[in-house]
């Protein structure tokens, strides 16, 4: 695991938008794996402006996003579709075409996870996947737990993922109960992994990713063992780890 330290968000943030400029620049037809969530905004926010500025160029990047709740539209603001057309997709020359996010309101969910791991293998897997960390540890919504699952599936978000997630919504009980995530096997089999993380509140999780036993109980900590993940954090994120 390579730790970059930031003194704050913005630098944080323009730190991994470094690392994913790079890749685009690298290899212009990069599958990229893309995170939603207040972490990725500003990340998002910096490969926008260098875009605008000339100097980058999406046109043959394909995207493959984490998660999406169940029951959400896409076109509900707060699906992460949504998101993704307003932080990211809608800003730089991507064809929609090649975006690919889990239908949050598929029929058979069943059908929906195993097309979408067929999907992933048919792109050849994923570059570069970029991640945040739950205050639970939780990377995607692999939740903390006795076993963690291989593929994409449908997940019961944890009473704390559905806590830390509220503040999206207009009430508690507005928030989707269920989400379509990739597995720990999908991220895992990414061949680069870029997580950010801000704030105290990612402290703990941060400081038993980098540092804890390799655990279900935190699914982040299996992070430990891929060949090359960087972990960009904020002075906050790190605090409990000097
Ligand atoms: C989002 C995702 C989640 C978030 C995590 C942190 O696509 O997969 O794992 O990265 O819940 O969320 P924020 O960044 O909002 O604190």
Redesign the pocket.
């Known amino acids: 695991m390579k730790i970059i330290k930031a003194s704050n968000y913005d630098e944080m943030s323009k730190k991994a938008a470094q690392v994913i400029a790079a890749q685009i620049t690298l290899k212009g037809d990069s599958v990229l794996g893309l ?6 905004e500003g990340t998002y926010k910096y490969l926008i402006d260098w875009y605008n500025q000339g100097d980058l160029d999406f046109s043959g990047i394909t995207s493959v ?3 999406e709740y169940v029951g959400l539209t896409a076109d509900h603001d707060q699906s ?1 579709a949504y998101f993704m057309r307003k932080h990211l997709f809608d800003h730089v020359n991507i064809d929609l075409a090649n975006t690919n996010i889990p239908c949050g309101i598929a029929e058979d969910p069943a059908a929906e996870c195993s097309n979408y791991d067929a999907k992933i293998k048919s792109l050849g897997g994923v570059d570069l996947q970029l ?4 205050p639970n540890g ?4 692999n939740e903390p737990g006795d076993e963690l699952v291989a593929g994409t599936h449908v997940t019961d978000l944890k009473e704390s ?1 559905i806590d ?2 509220q503040r999206f919504f207009a009430s508690r009980d507005d928030v989707p109960r269920q989400a379509f ?1 990739m597995g720990i096997r999908d991220i895992l089999q990414a061949k680069r992994i870029v997580l950010v993380a801000s704030g105290k509140n ?1 402290a703990d999780a941060v400081k038993k990713m980098v540092f804890g036993p390799i655990t279900t109980a935190v699914p982040a900590s299996l992070l430990q063992v891929h060949p090359d993940c960087t972990v960009v954090v904020d002075a906050d994120a790190w605090s409990l780890c000097e």
């Open positions: 995170a939603t969530g207040s972490s990725p996003n984490l998660d992460y991640l945040g960390i739950g939780h990377i995607g919504f993922t830390a997630n995530t990612k």
